[in-house]
């Protein structure tokens, strides 16, 4: 595994460490290269290759224009025979459009097939460099009237999982989000963290102190399919949904400098996604195979506030909002009578790439208007509107369908997830109560059935994501708030014919001819 990849398309540059000089040099294949993952910090800070100073960087970049993390990486490289290393500011024109989009596609083919990327976790800009010095209450110390035993503080322990990343605050590189494809996508790295050095693979990491030490191979019984965060990402690739759900739910928390590299700064991924998911489409950050449960994404823990200066998703995806996501893992159906009817998307070059210049999808749904079922949440979860009194009445719901009856009214709301937080009125485009609606999707999962939030955009017949939203039976919610004392069987029992009730409501809601942006 020390070479490069048979079929593989070599970055444009890479610097050429050999005869004590860093020159920039253009179309060369090497056998071993190494990749910089790093901090850029102030603009101002670091050195870049422009159109400018192309030519005189092919000739030599001078030692004292390098950065500190810029000089460690070198000294790294030639400690370990490389010769040859890829810097994203040096080796990407940075002030020409056209290089930067052809380099960004093929992130990729150039961190997979480094022989060895390395990481500068410790340092929050390129300053900071790569090396630091061990505290010394993490050096061991010898045990006074012990010849044997030592004794020291534990050193900050790697993050498990992304979701972790940014507790502690050493970790700035995990929490950067071009950073989250470079590890992703690395055969192997070296960590330079703050107290120590630790090597990782795609099957084991280990750490100076051994504290971080951890396999990341086994295949061991607790890996289950209803926490797709706790699966290897080895593992989720027998379900590419859950591996897309958790790569999205883990990236779309880390930062990015500028609002237009979301979907760019995941291309590398995406690409290796469109490998695993074969005549399937990538759509803004959904899959067109599996879009109406994709559609059921949720902002976890909790909204940002405001929306991006200029949106360049369409509202549907969870690439139009700046918070974390994610998707309830249960959830592995719909309901059978919401359809696509049609899907336009158009993008602008590589489809992984996200850049878009139309998108929308027409659906055949029930449109629930919202103002209704908020005014009907408020008594059905508190008192009886209707006439049944016993969970008999309720196991044959065929027997229950009445031409006459308004089924929408026992409708309730569980759980609601705005998709952002106004920061004044001006953001929702003028919609007014009654131009928001409700679109029921998902089927029962964990007693609860899912959908969308849509408003009216405004001078158009589409409609607009703003929210998630989960429903119940209003029985249901009552019983919720008695099920710490419930039997687990009797709770069974009692919500079985409730989400079948359910079932039949939203299957026998009138379908309109839905156009989301």
Known sequence: MGDVGVHFRYPTRMLDLRNGMVIL???IQPQRYACLSHCWGPAADIVKTTVENLEEFKIKIPWDRLTTTYKH????????????LWIDSLCIIQDSKDDWKEEAANMANIYENAFITIAAGRAPDTLAGCYSKTDPEFIANLVPGYHDAYIRQEPPKFPTHWGERDRSGVWPLLNRGWV???????RRVLHFCSQEVMWECHTVRKSESGCSDEDLDSDLPRYGWTKYENVPYWKLTENPRLLWYRT???????????EEDKMPALAALTQRMEILRVGDRFLAGLWEKTLLLDLLWMVWPSPTRGIPSIRRAPTWSWASVQSQVMWDSAQKSTLSSIQVLDIHYVA???????????ASITLSAPLIRAEDLFEKRLR???KRDHDWDSTEELASPSLKRDSDRDLAPEIAIYDYKQDYVSRSAGEHDGASEAEIFFIPIGSASNDTHSGIQVRKKQGSPAYERIGYVEFMHHKAIEKRREEEKMDYMYRKQFMAPLIERMDFIFENLPCSTIILV
């Not at 030639?78 to 010769?83: E, F, G, P, Y």
């Not at 602008?348 to 139309?358: A, T």
Request: net charge negative.
């Open 25 to 27: 040099r253009e179309n």
């Open 73 to 84: 990486a070198v000294d790294i490289c030639q400690r370990l025979d490389i010769s040859f």
């Open 180 to 186: 989250y494809q470079e590890m992703r996508l690395s």
């Open 248 to 258: 999205v739910q883990e990236y779309s928390r880390l930062k990015l400098t500028f």
């Open 348 to 358: 602008m070059g590589p489809s992984h790439m996200g850049d878009i210049s139309e």
């Open 380 to 382: 059905t979860c508190h």
